[in-house]
């Protein structure tokens, strides 16, 4: 069983930054394709970005290239999203997940294809 616990979320105006983690337990991150996702009031859930588990491959959504960067620390187990250049239309619930994969450098982009979530942190943009 993998648990996975978000923290980092917060108030900040347009421009700004914040940085999301994710710290997992009960399986290594190297041993797991991460991802980030966000729900917005009344919309689905949406992919934002994914890191493999071995080599570090990337993956965002397009409206967040450029301004968010997915990155992983193995030594403590952790999983980050660096957020610049908030944007209101950011403003959403962010949710790690994660699926276990076996020695692979594959990413996931579809919320159906994790198996394994966080509570979620709230994230909130002024303008």
């Known amino acids: 069983q993998v648990q996975l616990v978000e923290s980092g979320g917060g108030l900040v105006q347009a421009g700004g930054s914040l940085r999301l983690s994710c710290a997992a337990s009960?399986?290594?991150?190297?041993?797991?394709?991460m991802g980030w996702l966000r729900q917005a009031p009344g919309k689905e859930r949406e992919f934002v970005a994914a890191i493999s588990a071995i080599g570090g491959r990337t993956y965002y959504e397009d409206s967040v290239k450029g301004r968010f960067t997915i990155s992983r620390d193995n030594a403590k187990n952790t999983v980050y999203l660096q957020m610049n250049s908030l944007k209101p239309e950011d403003t959403a619930v962010y949710y790690c997940?994660?699926?276990?994969?076996?020695?692979?450098?594959?990413?996931?982009?579809?919320?159906?294809?994790?198996?394994?979530w966080g509570q979620g942190t709230q994230v909130t943009v002024s303008s």
């Open positions: 997940a994660a699926r276990p994969v076996s020695y692979s450098n594959i990413y996931f982009q579809r919320k159906g294809d994790y198996d394994y």
């Open positions: 009960g399986r290594t991150v190297t041993t797991l394709a």
